[in-house]
């Protein structure tokens, strides 16, 4: 068990140009989140998967976000003409059935700075 | 819908001295609560939890946090802070009927511990 991957751990991109994170999640956890963590903000919900099913999107994933989970291993997300305003930290989380109540293991995050 | 209020964005103490870091919340259903660390340039980790049961509840590095439902508070103590609790502290809730299990995180309290 090697935790969640979140690949890259850091992206700088120039405003305008799209960007796509990957996350790998603990093998035998179904369960998969995004969460956008802002300057002095706490997290903030995405999107989550159950399997490869995108069951529940935040009104904060606008049109020029997308994400997804092909197979229900690893995800996706991406951004899509990005803004100054989509600079943040974006985690990801996974928890097995049920687990979620229990409590997420998080990755390291990907940072993201728009220029 | 649920909500959390950290009323503390910074609290700084000296080594050896106790500890509290304030976490209120307001739900119209039974509420899941949480307290993650983050330190810095990495994710969140969970480190404690209140799902049912004594509403005192312990983790395993020495912080306690107390459910008072009435008050609608989990605050975090420590008897004993080190160095090493250096970090940012978030509260978290899910509503206990949600099938997602998201989680609406407080903005965080930066705990600074001094020698």
């Known amino acids: 068990d090697t935790g969640v991957s979140q690949d890259p751990r850091h992206k700088i991109t120039k405003r305008g140009q799209n960007v796509t994170f990957r996350c790998d999640p603990i093998?035998?956890?179904?369960?998969l989140y995004w969460y956008r963590q802002t300057l002095g903000q706490g997290p903030e919900f995405l999107t989550y998967?159950?399997?490869?099913?995108?069951?529940?999107k935040s009104r904060l994933l606008s049109d020029r976000f997308s994400a997804e989970r092909p197979k229900g291993s690893f995800s996706t997300l991406e951004i899509q003409r990005t803004e100054q305003g989509d600079s943040a930290m974006y985690l990801c989380?996974?928890?097995?059935?049920?687990?979620?109540?229990?409590?997420?293991?998080f990755g390291s995050g990907t940072r993201l700075t728009v220029v | 819908a649920q909500s959390v209020t950290q009323l503390d964005s910074q609290v700084p103490v000296f080594e050896e001295a106790p500890v509290e870091l304030r976490c209120n919340y307001s739900?119209?259903?039974?509420?899941?609560l949480f307290w993650y660390v983050q330190y810095p340039n990495q994710g969140l980790q969970l480190l404690l939890k209140?799902?049912?049961?004594?509403?005192l509840v312990e983790s395993i590095n020495g912080f306690e946090a107390e459910f008072n439902k009435s008050q609608t508070s989990f605050h975090l103590r420590k008897p004993s802070v080190h160095i090493s609790d250096t970090a940012e502290y978030f509260c978290?809730?899910?509503?206990?009927?949600?099938?997602?299990?998201?989680?609406?995180f407080g903005t965080g309290t930066r705990l600074k511990v001094l020698a």
């Open positions: 989380a996974s928890s097995s059935p049920n687990g979620g109540r229990y409590g997420y293991t």
């Open positions: 093998s035998e956890h179904n369960r």
């Open positions: 998967f159950q399997n490869e099913a995108q069951l529940e």
């Open positions: 739900s119209s259903v039974s509420v899941y």
């Open positions: 209140y799902l049912s049961g004594s509403t």
């Open positions: 978290a809730v899910s509503g206990q009927t949600s099938g997602t299990y998201k989680y609406i």
